[in-house]
């Protein structure tokens, strides 16, 4: 009986363990030497974040019927965090002197903390912005932290130029808007103090709207939100991205060259499967190569 109650408390510590401390999503996200072009495609560089309305994580206020197709990726190098969007938009709508507030039509928008849920964070340590395509093909972008300031491309911002890189693509024949940004790691954390590395964890929310102006004013909004950073103010409800490895660059060596193998271009990709490949296909034609020697040396 009483081996019986040990047992017992051992699985009930282990169930416990097995909890997990946060409910939010987690990611790790492999780094890379080439950043991506900020174009609005989506660069093999990439890893797909998720696909919209995979976990619980989501909102559903204004997309009940989880009809908003789309999915996030994302990549990170030593200066800049990289994201992208992807998302059925049937209809693209903007006009430039709404730039201040363009959650009021068609936008992309990104919130970030610099810093775990739970991490603690100050304004200094937030990011969020939107970007977006006018109707008549102006990019268009919008700061929304510090909270006590709005900027964009609008003649009333703060800021002549904008602080970070973003890019909206319409491809009209899909229907899908693709919302790229390229955030230095210097702005996402203003104070100066955090370096961001192997390891490092951030929190990420994402949103994106698809109504138009007209149905927004109705109160008909119609967007999809992944954590609650922009529309619920909930920035710590984001996922956890914690910054993984940055491919290894698999280069020609003067041992390879001189056993007559053949040469292994430098692998660059976010996928690490691709990297292992190329380190043990160099590896099979070295010994390749030195048992074809051997075997002449014999023969000879």
Same mark, same amino acid.
């Given at each position: 009986?009483?081996?019986?109650?040990?047992?017992? +408390?051992?699985? +009930?510590?282990?169930?416990?363990?097995?909890v997990?401390?946060?409910?939010? @999503?987690?990611?790790?996200v492999?780094g890379?030497?080439?950043?991506?072009?900020?174009?609005g495609?989506?660069?093999?560089?990439? +890893?797909?974040?998720?696909?919209f !309305?995979?976990? =619980?994580?989501?909102?559903?206020?204004? =997309?009940? @019927?989880?009809?908003?197709?789309?999915s996030? !990726?994302?990549?990170?190098d030593?200066?800049?965090?990289y994201?992208?969007?992807?998302?059925?938009?049937?209809?693209?709508?903007?006009?430039?002197?709404? /730039?201040?507030d363009?959650?009021?039509?068609?936008?992309?928008y990104?919130?970030?903390l610099s810093?775990?849920?739970?991490g603690?964070?100050? @304004?200094d340590?937030?990011? $969020?912005?939107?970007?977006?395509?006018?109707? @008549?093909?102006?990019q268009?972008?919008?700061?929304?932290?510090p /909270?006590?300031?709005?900027?964009?491309?609008?003649?009333?911002?703060?800021?002549?130029?904008c602080?970070?890189?973003?890019?909206?693509?319409r491809? $009209?024949?899909?229907?899908?808007?693709? !919302?790229?940004?390229?955030?230095?790691?210097?702005?996402? =954390?203003r104070?100066?103090?955090?370096?961001?590395?192997?390891g490092s964890?951030?929190?990420?929310?994402?949103?994106?709207t698809?109504?138009?102006r007209?149905?927004?004013?109705a109160?008909?909004?119609?967007?999809? $939100?992944?954590?609650g950073?922009v529309?619920?103010?909930? !920035?710590? =409800?984001?996922?956890?991205?914690t910054?993984?490895?940055?491919p290894?660059?698999?280069?020609?060596?003067a /041992?390879?060259?001189?056993s007559?193998?053949?040469?292994?271009?430098? /692998?660059?990709?976010g996928?690490?499967?691709?990297?292992?490949?190329?380190?043990?296909a160099a590896a099979?034609?070295?010994?390749?190569?030195?048992?074809?020697?051997?075997?002449k040396?014999i023969?000879?």
């Amino acid at each position: 009986m009483k081996k019986l109650g040990i047992v017992l +408390m051992i699985a +009930m510590v282990l169930s416990l363990i097995a909890v997990p401390i946060s409910a939010a @999503d987690s990611f790790t996200v492999p780094g890379t030497h080439t950043p991506p072009v900020i174009d609005g495609e989506i660069d093999s560089f990439y +890893m797909k974040i998720n696909d919209f !309305y995979s976990s =619980d994580s989501f909102k559903t206020n204004a =997309d009940p @019927d989880k009809s908003i197709k789309g999915s996030a !990726y994302a990549t990170y190098d030593k200066n800049n965090f990289y994201f992208l969007l992807a998302v059925e938009t049937p209809v693209n709508e903007n006009f430039a002197d709404n /730039a201040l507030d363009m959650g009021v039509s068609v936008c992309g928008y990104l919130a970030l903390l610099s810093t775990a849920p739970g991490g603690g964070w100050t @304004d200094d340590s937030r990011f $969020e912005a939107g970007i977006a395509l006018s109707n @008549d093909g102006q990019q268009m972008w919008k700061v929304c932290s510090p /909270a006590n300031i709005k900027d964009s491309s609008h003649e009333k911002a703060v800021w002549a130029k904008c602080p970070f890189t973003g890019f909206t693509r319409r491809d $009209e024949a899909s229907k899908y808007n693709f !919302y790229e940004f390229q955030i230095p790691w210097s702005f996402l =954390d203003r104070t100066g103090k955090m370096t961001f590395t192997e390891g490092s964890k951030i929190t990420l929310n994402y949103s994106a709207t698809i109504h138009k102006r007209d149905e927004y004013s109705a109160g008909k909004a119609h967007y999809m $939100e992944y954590g609650g950073g922009v529309w619920n103010g909930g !920035y710590e =409800d984001g996922a956890v991205l914690t910054l993984g490895a940055i491919p290894i660059l698999v280069e020609t060596t003067a /041992a390879a060259a001189a056993s007559g193998t053949t040469a292994v271009p430098a /692998a660059q990709t976010g996928d690490t499967g691709v990297v292992l490949y190329a380190v043990i296909a160099a590896a099979a034609l070295a010994v390749f190569a030195i048992g074809k020697k051997q075997r002449k040396q014999i023969i000879g």
